[in-house]
């Protein structure tokens, strides 16, 4: 394995994670929720009555973000090395694993890591070995 230094951006990551730990930490003390993005778009498909804007302003901020990085400058190049279907199928096993995980890494991650949930310690364990072992054998053993 090899480093690209020339992209190699660590105070960029290191200010985007302190972005996502303060807007959390900020979620969860102003609304008393935690900034789990499955269970809030999970709570706009089962929507209950006074608890719907909220869900759908922070979707809405997801989703304008990069449109407002585009007032200052061009996004970053992204390239993404598969094709739609094999993308629409990770969406589908991210998003049943999610259901049955009672959470996402955002949730368990980011907020329950943060409150030392042994629930959430556990889940984010085991997000990352399943990651781990999925990234070995489709590019290691099938070449993929």
């Known amino acids: 394995m090899t480093i690209d230094w020339i992209a190699f951006t660590p105070w960029t990551a290191l200010a985007g994670g302190a972005l996502i730990g303060l807007a959390a930490a900020a979620f969860v003390l ?7 993005i499955s269970g809030i778009v999970g709570g706009l498909l089962s929507p209950q009555k006074g608890d719907i804007l909220w869900r759908i302003l922070f979707v809405a901020g997801i989703v304008l973000a990069p ?7 061009p996004l ?3 390239q993404i ?3 739609y279907p094999m993308l629409i199928v990770a ?8 259901r049955y ?8 991650g980011v907020c329950g890591i943060s409150r030392l949930s042994p629930r959430s310690i ?5 997000f990352m070995f399943t990651g781990f072992v999925t990234v070995y054998i489709m590019r290691h053993l099938l070449g993929i």
């Open 91 to 98: 969406g589908l096993i991210v998003g049943i694993s999610t």
């Open 67 to 73: 449109l407002l990085w585009l007032l200052s400058g």
């Open 76 to 78: 970053p190049d992204m």
């Open 101 to 108: 995980g009672s959470g996402c890494t955002s949730g368990h």
């Open 81 to 83: 090395d598969a094709s």
């Open 30 to 36: 102003l609304n008393g929720r935690i900034a789990g």
């Open 122 to 126: 556990v889940a984010t364990l085991a």
